[in-house]
């Protein structure tokens, strides 16, 4: 299984992007989903997760209400809509991917860069 993760720019504050999580070599249905991000020198956080069917999401806190975690099963994709951007989600993005939502993190795309200047 392999994540191919897409999407990153640069964007001003207040602009909106949307990543791209392609899954391949297995249904894409088969995992929850997650989105981190990672700023250079500060540990991997946790955005965004989407559980199998699309049904249930969850977010950080700081990106609630701002971003939109969604999966796009017949096309083995899941999405993350930013929108609102601000310098502080500057980071790179990871999709990953597990069984279940409490199992370890199998699969890990690998990371598309979002700028957001000021």
């Known amino acids: 299984v392999q994540l191919q993760a897409s999407g990153g720019g640069l964007v001003q504050t207040g602009g909106s992007l949307r990543l791209s999580c392609v899954v391949s070599?297995?249904?894409?249905?088969?995992?929850?989903m997650d989105w981190f991000r990672q700023v250079p020198g500060k540990e991997r956080e946790f955005v965004a997760r989407?559980?199998?069917?699309?049904?249930?999401?969850s977010y950080a806190d700081s990106v609630k209400g701002r971003f939109t975690i969604s999966r796009d099963n017949g096309l083995n994709t899941v999405y993350l809509q930013m929108n609102s951007l601000k310098p502080e989600d500057t980071a790179v993005y990871y999709c990953?991917?597990?069984?279940?939502?409490?199992?370890?993190?199998?699969?890990w795309g690998q990371g598309t860069l979002v700028t957001v200047s000021s």
């Open positions: 990953a991917a597990r069984p279940g939502s409490s199992t370890p993190y199998v699969y």
């Open positions: 070599g297995r249904p894409s249905s088969l995992y929850v």
């Open positions: 989407i559980n199998r069917s699309g049904h249930s999401t």
